[in-house]
């Protein structure tokens, strides 16, 4: 490219031709009579100062399909639905302690107890599943999407730590 850059342009999405709706537990988007999108997923741009202002849209293979301005410029069905995705996203739960990881065929059954009560799930046994995006921070990212929060893994108590440790990369 010979030091050019290229640029991303943002994709304004017009919220009157967009329908959210779940199907098969999937959240899925058409847009208008146009185009269809199965497992969609959005994102806030701004989680904290601006959380139902610009909301990023990605299709299957997490890439951006467009932005929306405002939530409140959906239909309500639509909002409703977008607003509780991003209330499963953004809603994490906080793992105090790790009572047990079983390997199951490429899968690890967690079973832990956070800030919310008791949780068993599922992740993969990969990098998918057990995400290090600091060297004490730790998310474990279940086959749904859900995502589990450990602060600081130096903080579990010597059982956790070593159910979790044969795991990070």
């Known amino acids: 490219m010979n030091g050019e850059h290229q640029v991303a342009e943002l994709v304004w999405l017009e919220p009157k031709n967009l329908r959210f709706f779940r199907s098969k537990g999937v959240l899925r988007l058409t847009v208008g009579e146009e185009r269809s999108y199965w ?15 610009y909301i990023s849209i990605r299709d299957a293979m997490n890439r951006e399909i467009g932005l929306i301005r405002n939530l409140s410029e959906l239909d309500s069905e639509s909002q409703k639905v977008v607003k509780e995705e991003l209330e499963r996203r953004y809603l994490v739960p906080i793992v105090k302690r790790i009572v047990s990881v079983k390997e199951r065929v490429g899968m690890l059954l967690w ?38 929060y450990i602060p600081d893994i ?16």
């Open 39 to 53: 497992k969609v997923q959005v994102y806030r741009c701004f989680p904290l100062t601006d959380p139902d202002e």
């Open 111 to 148: 079973e832990v107890e956070t800030d919310r009560g008791f949780k068993r799930f599922l992740t993969r046994a990969s990098q998918e599943g057990v995400e290090q995006p600091e060297p004490h921070r730790c998310v474990l990212v279940d086959l749904d999407g859900n995502r589990y």
């Open 154 to 169: 130096t903080a579990l108590d010597p059982i956790s730590f070593a159910l979790l440790k044969r795991w990070l990369v």
